[in-house]
Each structure stands twice: as structure tokens, then as C-alpha cells.
Nanobody, 124 residues
Framework: QVQLVESGGGLVQAGGSLRLSCAASGGYSSGSAMGWFRQAPGKEREFVVGITWSGVARRHADSVKGRFTVSRDNARNMVYLQMNNLKPEDTAVYYC?????????????????WGQGTQVTVSS
């Protein structure tokens, strides 16, 4: 069973940066697309960014384009989310997830495995 563990969340002022990491283990298979989602209190979980196994294809939510960058290191089974110019509306619990669907899926139900999440809080 695949296990995903996020880290790197915290409290940051608006305009600041954070780098989230996601470590995968336990049968992590090649070919998996990886995605980052977030969920703020009272809101639905939403897609943030995703990346294919090769790293060639990426997708970003419009709200984070130009500010967030996703990358992966398959040799280390790691996925990263670099977040720059953070805004208070970016405050949420961030989750990494694994999908076995080709391309970069954007719906939560298209992802099979999830981490426990890491809190990101951006103060104004």
C-alpha cells in the first residue's frame, strides 16, 4: 500500500514562500501522476497543481499560476511544491495524492492515495 507523507507547512506572512515535500513509500509505482490539493475550512478540496511521472506535463490551477511550481524526484520518491508570493487565501491544509490515470487529473476522485495533509497559514 502506498504511503504519502507531506511536510514543510507552517505559518508565513503574505508575500513569503514555503516549500512542501511529499515522500512516497510502500509500493510506489512508476507511471503515477502526482497532484497537490488543498482544503480550507468550510470549502471543498480543490486541485492546486499536478505533474506526470516524467515531469514533462504539469497543470496548475489558475489561482496559483506564476506563483506555485511542482517538481518531482523519482529516484528519491519525492514530490515538491514550491509556493512563492503566498496570499492569505492560500491558507489551507495541503495534500499530496497519487493517481494512476494518464495525464494530470484534476478531480479528487481520480486519485487513489492521499497523504495526511500539512497546514499552511498565510497571515496578512
Amino acid at each position: 500500500q502506498v504511503q504519502l507523507v507531506e511536510s514543510g507547512g507552517g505559518l508565513v506572512q503574505a508575500g513569503g514562500s514555503l516549500r512542501l515535500s511529499c515522500a512516497a513509500s510502500g509500493g510506489y509505482s512508476s507511471g503515477s501522476a502526482m497532484g497537490w490539493f488543498r482544503q480550507a475550512p468550510g470549502k471543498e478540496r480543490e486541485f492546486v497543481v499536478g505533474i506526470t511521472w516524467s515531469g514533462v506535463a504539469r497543470r496548475h490551477a489558475d489561482s496559483v499560476k506564476g506563483r506555485f511550481t511542482v517538481s518531482r524526484d523519482n529516484a528519491r520518491n519525492m514530490v515538491y511544491l514550491q509556493m512563492n508570493n503566498l496570499k492569505p487565501e492560500d491558507t489551507a491544509v495541503y495534500y499530496c495524492a497519487r493517481s494512476q490515470i494518464l495525464g494530470v487529473p484534476t478531480r479528487p476522485e481520480q486519485y487513489n492515495d492521499w497523504g495526511q495533509g500539512t497546514q499552511v497559514t498565510v497571515s496578512s
